[in-house]
């Protein structure tokens, strides 16, 4: 496994369902970010992790948002009671170090969440 | 407040150079990194800049002015795979999340 994955590639959801979204980093990588995607746009943060902790969670759009990494490497990404503006790509990113001067992000694929 | 613009759309033709720009206004300053995305698929990563001055990757070229809030990026012998969206993203501070433009997305026409 050389990059990061993510999965389910694409999610359909009816309006009021939960979904949860997985992203396993490299191996190895200390942080993790998750960004949200919409047509067109470039991706806008949502929530970061360092190792297990949550450092920064001011993206999340709502409390329907939920972000977790209990053991620091998987991470799942939960929206309760989803909405039709929650449709958008979720984006998965995950670097080496923690603050390395040329610490690059890696992307996985995303999931692409439609909700109807 | 925190701004990173880029053109929307631009289209070049087969084996010939064009330069995609962005400014920005950020908060702090700790890189800038440009991405390359195919419709459907993950950004990746192509140069970064943390300094003034040019870094030349293959066909792929960066250039910075921090005191300008300015970078571009340079494609050159244009092929039809680069055809996708380029996007700028900013890095404020240390490993803190980034700050992405909307992208250009790049047409390489024959």
């Known amino acids: 496994g050389a990059g990061v994955s993510q999965s389910p590639r694409y999610k359909v959801a009816k309006r009021g369902q939960d979904v949860a979204l997985r992203c396993d980093p490299i191996?190895?990588?200390?942080?993790l970010f998750w960004y949200q995607q919409a047509l067109g746009q470039g991706p806008e943060f949502l929530t970061y992790?360092?190792?297990?902790?949550?450092?920064?969670k001011s993206g999340l759009p709502s409390d329907r948002f939920f972000a977790e990494r209990p053991e620091g490497s998987v991470s799942t990404l939960k929206i309760q009671r989803t909405q039709q503006e929650d449709s958008a790509v979720y984006l998965c990113?995950?670097?080496?170090?923690?603050?390395?001067?040329?610490?690059?992000?890696?992307f996985g694929p995303g999931t692409r969440l439609t909700v109807l | 407040g925190q701004n990173i613009d880029q053109p929307t759309e631009m289209t070049a033709t087969e084996g010939a150079i064009v330069q995609i720009n962005c400014t920005y206004q950020?908060?702090?300053?700790?890189?800038l990194f440009w991405y390359q995305q195919h419709a459907g698929e993950a950004p990746t990563f192509l140069s970064y800049n943390v300094l003034d001055g040019l870094e030349e990757k293959g066909r792929f070229s960066s250039f910075l002015s921090r005191s300008k809030g300015y970078s571009y990026l340079l494609l050159k012998e244009l092929q039809m795979k680069d055809s996708a969206s380029y996007l700028c993203?900013?890095?404020?501070?240390?490993?803190?999340?980034?700050?992405f433009g909307k992208g250009t997305r790049l047409s390489v026409i024959a």
């Open positions: 191996s190895g990588h200390v942080s």
């Open positions: 950020t908060s702090g300053f700790n890189g």
């Open positions: 990113a995950s670097s080496a170090l923690a603050g390395g001067p040329a610490d690059t992000q890696y």
């Open positions: 992790f360092q190792n297990e902790a949550q450092l920064d």
């Open positions: 993203a900013v890095r404020n501070s240390g490993n803190t999340p980034l700050v």
